[in-house]
């Protein structure tokens, strides 16, 4: 490939990045790399659906907006979140103009489902499978697209800057041929999700091991509120099974499902008020919590008492996999453990998707806009990708950034790759050894100890990975090792940062909220050193204008 150019370029193709493909291609040509397959993302395992407001007799934009700043404890960013709730019904109208098939009732509207959170039915669904079918319609629309070119299994390993530090690209690593290659476009954009896999056990596909998140940070953007975690209320236990575990949706909760222990006491209603209708990170712990103090593995799930036609239509893969791991759901209760799944921080970005550094945008869930606070909302998520993605190709449009050549083209990676091969052995022990740890020291429920443990134990770690990137061992695994270390890193320092317990953010040493709100922001200086600091969040502004700034670095 040598040097590639294009006017935009997309690093990742999940919802956001196939989106913002999208929404780009109107104004010039647009590049998608993506290290797996096209269709390897984390919208493919989205069950539950995409909140928004679509029934304006029964629900309203204040209505969910009041619930997302609940469940966000605080710490949401008011214009952010009426950004994407006001905007919502446009985007789930312009998702069926392209294409995807939702679920409707007999009499064609669109069925609408209730999860975890919120007040009302509003989540637009395609039975259990929404992400999968959102995804098959935008990578349907994007491989037909003239402007647009994907290009699978090469992996994203640095963003390319000039002197000033202005974005023009990415450094891409093509495994097959085990070369460099350089990608350069006037406009960059992240679309790269998650950092599950930095966990032992996640519901988040093998790709999501913080690339974005990475490679925004060692080129110093500004990184938010690393520390909350969302860990997945509801996962399928199965002993001795893949640490990659099967999610069971919120909106079987929404449906009546039931948590019980396992002597059958049904526990949600000593936690909260909305019983088992309670935000995410409050039945994460309440079930954390029931499973410690009873010493059992995991709790259960009772879907006995609701009607099986009705829960298979509703529910067909997750019926479908629960019956393949032995259960009767007429009978069985559905035995869950609580899983990472998804990263509420990630790169500072504006209400238009731009990042600190300029030419550089960030989407999805590797982004931070402030939406979703210290706890996201059940199924704000494809809708915060949506809105945002079509809001960074408009800017980056809008700005100005057709493809030039940057000042100085850089001619060579700094690293020459080395011609002997690495050891496996030693990256997976590497890999094992950072999961393991942030599961026992930095999960659910923190300590400073803990943490501060976990703090000394990675950076041994990170010196071992460091030695063999500067060796020249690249390949895939070495680099995703890479990122995953860096993630795990900005993790736990933003923990340690933040002296209260709010949100996903548990710490036994500090079990108060304080007073103040404040997002947590982490920043690689041009010297390499680390600057931390907790920023009071913005209140919402009374003209609608922009109120978290991303800012750019000079």
């Given at each position: 490939?040598?040097?590639?150019?294009?006017?935009?370029?997309?690093?990742?193709?999940?919802?956001?990045?196939?989106?913002?493909?999208?929404?780009?291609?109107?104004?010039?040509?647009?590049?998608?790399?993506?290290?797996?397959?096209?269709?390897?993302?984390?919208?493919?395992?989205?069950?539950?659906?995409?909140?928004?407001?679509?029934?304006?007799?029964?629900?309203?934009?204040?209505?969910?907006?009041?619930?997302?700043?609940?469940?966000?404890?605080?710490l949401c960013h008011p214009d952010a979140v009426s950004l994407i709730v006001t905007r919502g019904p446009r985007e789930i109208e312009d998702?069926?103009?392209?294409?995807?098939?939702?679920?409707?009732?007999?009499?064609?509207?669109?069925?609408?489902?209730?999860?975890?959170?919120?007040?009302?039915?509003?989540?637009?669904?395609?039975?259990?499978?929404?992400?999968?079918?959102?995804?098959?319609?935008?990578?349907?629309?994007?491989?037909?697209?003239?402007?647009?070119?994907?290009?699978?299994?090469?992996?994203?390993?640095?963003?390319?800057?000039?002197?000033?530090?202005?974005?023009?690209?990415?450094?891409?690593?093509?495994?097959?041929?085990?070369?460099?290659?350089?990608?350069?476009?006037?406009?960059?954009?992240?679309?790269?999700?998650?950092?599950?896999?930095?966990?032992?056990?996640?519901?988040?596909?093998?790709?999501?091991?913080?690339?974005?998140?990475?490679?925004?940070?060692?080129?110093?953007?500004?990184?938010?509120?690393?520390?909350?975690?969302?860990?997945?209320?509801?996962?399928?236990?199965?002993?001795?099974?893949?640490?990659?575990?099967?999610?069971?949706?919120?909106?079987?909760?929404?449906?009546?499902?039931?948590?019980?222990?396992?002597?059958?006491?049904?526990?949600?209603?000593?936690?909260?008020?909305?019983?088992?209708?309670?935000?995410?990170?409050?039945?994460?712990?309440?079930?954390?919590?029931?499973?410690?103090?009873?010493?059992?593995?995991?709790?259960?799930?009772?879907?006995?008492?609701?009607?099986?036609?009705?829960?298979?239509?509703?529910?067909?893969?997750?019926?479908?996999?629960?019956?393949?791991?032995?259960?009767?759901?007429?009978?069985?209760?559905?035995?869950?453990?609580?899983?990472?799944?998804?990263?509420?921080?990630?790169?500072?970005?504006?209400?238009?998707?731009?990042?600190?550094?300029?030419?550089?945008?960030?989407?999805?869930?590797?982004?931070?806009?402030?939406?979703?606070?210290?706890?996201?909302?059940?199924?704000?998520?494809?809708?915060?990708?949506?809105?945002?993605?079509?809001?960074?190709?408009?800017?980056?449009?809008?700005?100005?950034?057709?493809?030039?050549?940057?000042?100085?083209?850089?001619?060579?990676?700094?690293?020459?790759?080395?011609?002997?091969?690495?050891?496996?052995?030693?990256?997976?022990?590497?890999?094992?050894?950072?999961?393991?740890?942030?599961?026992?020291?930095?999960?659910?429920?923190?300590?400073?100890?803990?943490?501060?443990?976990?703090?000394?134990?990675?950076?041994?770690?990170?010196?071992?990975?460091?030695?063999?990137?500067?060796?020249?061992?690249?390949?895939?695994?070495?680099?995703?090792?890479?990122?995953?270390?860096?993630?795990?890193?900005?993790?736990?320092?933003?923990?340690?940062?933040?002296?209260?317990?709010?949100?996903?953010?548990?710490?036994?040493?500090?079990?108060?909220?304080?007073?103040?709100?404040?997002?947590?922001?982490?920043?690689?200086?041009?010297?390499?050193?680390?600057?931390?600091?907790?920023?009071?969040?913005?209140?919402?502004?009374?003209?609608?204008?922009?109120?978290?700034?991303?800012?750019?670095?000079?």
């Amino acid at each position: 490939m040598g040097v590639l150019r294009s006017q935009f370029l997309i690093l990742g193709s999940g919802v956001a990045g196939l989106k913002t493909a999208l929404s780009a291609a109107r104004f010039g040509t647009v590049t998608v790399i993506t290290k797996k397959e096209d269709f390897e993302s984390n919208t493919n395992y989205a069950q539950g659906g995409i909140a928004s407001v679509l029934d304006t007799q029964s629900d309203s934009f204040e209505s969910h907006i009041r619930d997302t700043l609940q469940a966000g404890a605080g710490l949401c960013h008011p214009d952010a979140v009426s950004l994407i709730v006001t905007r919502g019904p446009r985007e789930i109208e312009d998702l069926i103009r392209l294409g995807v098939e939702f679920t409707r009732t007999e009499d064609g509207r669109l069925e609408l489902a209730r999860e975890g959170g919120h007040s009302r039915r509003r989540i637009v669904h395609a039975k259990d499978l929404t992400g999968r079918e959102v995804e098959r319609c935008l990578l349907h629309n994007a491989r037909t697209h003239p402007n647009i070119q994907l290009i699978e299994h090469h992996f994203s390993v640095d963003l390319v800057l000039d002197e000033n530090r202005r974005c023009w690209g990415a450094w891409v690593w093509d495994e097959s041929r085990r070369e460099m290659h350089l990608c350069l476009a006037g406009s960059t954009i992240l679309a790269t999700g998650g950092c599950g896999l930095v966990y032992l056990h996640s519901t988040n596909p093998p790709i999501a091991t913080g690339d974005g998140v990475a490679m925004a940070f060692r080129a110093g953007a500004r990184i938010a509120n690393m520390e909350f975690i969302q860990f997945h209320p509801t996962s399928l236990y199965m002993p001795g099974g893949s640490h990659q575990t099967f999610l069971i949706s919120e909106a079987v909760r929404g449906e009546g499902a039931i948590l019980r222990t396992r002597d059958g006491t049904a526990f949600m209603e000593k936690y909260h008020p909305l019983k088992d209708l309670a935000p995410r990170d409050i039945v994460a712990r309440a079930i954390d919590s029931e499973m410690k103090n009873r010493g059992d593995k995991c709790c259960y799930l009772d879907v006995t008492h609701i009607n099986q036609d009705f829960f298979h239509r509703r529910f067909p893969n997750i019926s479908s996999h629960c019956e393949k791991a032995g259960l009767n759901l007429a009978k069985d209760w559905i035995p869950i453990v609580p899983a990472a799944h998804y990263m509420c921080g990630g790169v500072i970005t504006g209400l238009n998707g731009a990042t600190a550094i300029e030419g550089l945008f960030c989407v999805g869930e590797a982004a931070c806009t402030g939406v979703h606070g210290a706890n996201r909302l059940a199924s704000n998520s494809i809708l915060e990708a949506l809105v945002f993605s079509t809001l960074a190709a408009e800017t980056a449009h809008q700005q100005g950034y057709p493809y030039q050549e940057p000042p100085r083209l850089p001619e060579i990676y700094p690293l020459k790759p080395h011609p002997g091969q690495l050891e496996a052995v030693r990256l997976v022990n590497c890999r094992q050894a950072i999961r393991s740890l942030m599961w026992d020291y930095v999960g659910i429920i923190r300590t400073n100890d803990r943490l501060q443990q976990a703090r000394k134990r990675l950076g041994v770690l990170i010196e071992e990975i460091d030695s063999y990137f500067q060796a020249g061992h690249i390949n895939e695994q070495l680099l995703e090792l890479r990122n995953l270390a860096q993630t795990a890193e900005l993790i736990i320092l933003s923990a340690l940062q933040r002296k209260e317990s709010r949100g996903l953010h548990y710490n036994l040493d500090y079990p108060h909220l304080r007073g103040s709100l404040e997002d947590t922001v982490l920043q690689r200086q041009p010297d390499g050193s680390l600057h931390i600091e907790s920023i009071p969040i913005p209140v919402a502004n009374k003209d609608g204008g922009q109120a978290w700034t991303a800012g750019h670095s000079s």
